[in-house]
């Protein structure tokens, strides 16, 4: 399997996650470890997918997966971000800020523990929990 395609799918027994198919085939994927968010954001999330992260308190790292050929509208990233609150301890909160960047924006510093990433170009979403069906 060539770097490419193993960056851009998800290998099941290696990836722990949840897993959005919504209308017009985009995809909201969210982990449930830290080794998982790592692997997610770092090695299945192609460069320009978008990712999210409740800001301040432990959660999912969340990637949006856009259609092919499809730039994501606004409702469809606060809708990604909705999911990265929903997956952190703020879920029982009202409304909450999510940091959201493009994949590429998204490093490991050196020597950081599983889940800990650095972040550019951030997009500060201000959403309430929930899923693509509550929505």
């Known amino acids: 399997m060539n770097k490419k395609t193993q960056r851009n799918s998800i290998h099941p027994a290696h990836t722990n996650v949840w897993t959005y198919t919504l ?5 909201i994927i969210a982990g449930k470890t830290d080794v998982d968010n790592d692997r997610l954001s770092l090695k299945v999330a192609g460069p320009n997918h978008w990712w999210f992260h409740v ?12 259609a092919e050929g499809h730039s994501p509208e606004k409702n469809l990233l606060n809708m990604a971000a909705a999911v990265a609150a929903y ?8 409304v909450v800020s999510v940091s959201g960047t493009l994949a590429r924006y998204v490093t490991k510093p050196r020597g950081a ?3 800990s ?3 550019r170009k951030e997009k500060v979403f201000k959403v309430r929990p929930a899923l ?4």
């Not at 209308?23 to 995809?27: A, L």
């Open 23 to 27: 209308s017009g085939g985009h995809r």
């Open 55 to 66: 800001r301040g308190m432990p959660g999912s790292h969340v990637i949006l997966v856009p």
């Open 87 to 94: 997956h952190s301890k703020a879920r029982g909160g009202g």
């Open 113 to 115: 523990k599983p889940g």
């Open 117 to 119: 990433v650095s972040i």
């Open 132 to 135: 693509p069906s509550d929505l």
